[in-house]
């Protein structure tokens, strides 16, 4: 099980390194435009990601909600988030490499973003945090196709372990 969730925390770093690499690409403008996405650009969803699993991360090692909300901005500069998601997807494999199965199937209790304290197995909280990132770099692929980049890098599981070949 502990592999499985490995193999998914590099394919997640694989698949942000080309996204953010793509973004990098049509530059700041377009990357801050709000176009009526959900978190406003194409930015504002890469940020809405990393957001998210600093709040997953912070539960998951007992510590304090790093943000209030799902649409912090702990940063406009798309270099510091950029260096801030590495960070992130390393943080996440380095803890996911500490784990052993049992630790990944056992149940885990936190509190939501409304103070409700909740129980979920971790391995259901792993799961919806990189199905969470592939959602929103999903939508993050399609806004770089309405920003112009005529061709955004693929991001397809598949691609990631033909890379690995």
Request: aromatic letters at 10%.
């Amino acid at each position: 099980m502990r592999d499985h969730f490995l193999q998914l925390a590099d394919y997640n770093a694989w698949a942000n390194q080309r996204i953010y690499s793509a973004a990098r690409e049509i530059g700041s403008e377009p990357r801050r435009r709000d176009i009526g996405a959900y978190f406003g650009s194409l930015q504002g969803t890469l940020t809405h990601i990393l957001v998210a699993d600093h709040l997953w991360m912070a539960r998951l090692l007992g510590q304090s909600a790093p943000h209030a909300r799902l649409d912090a901005t702990p940063t406009t500069d798309f270099e510091a988030l950029w260096a801030a998601r590495r960070e992130q997807d390393a943080a996440t494999r380095a803890f996911i490499a500490g784990l052993d199965d049992d630790a990944i199937l056992a149940d885990f209790a936190y509190k939501d973003m409304g103070g409700i304290s909740r129980t979920l197995p971790r391995r259901i909280i792993l799961t919806h945090m990189f199905n969470h990132a592939t959602h929103h770099r999903g939508q993050a692929h399609h806004q770089l196709t309405r920003l112009g980049l005529a061709e955004p890098p693929p991001l397809d599981l598949p691609y990631f372990v033909l890379d690995l070949a």
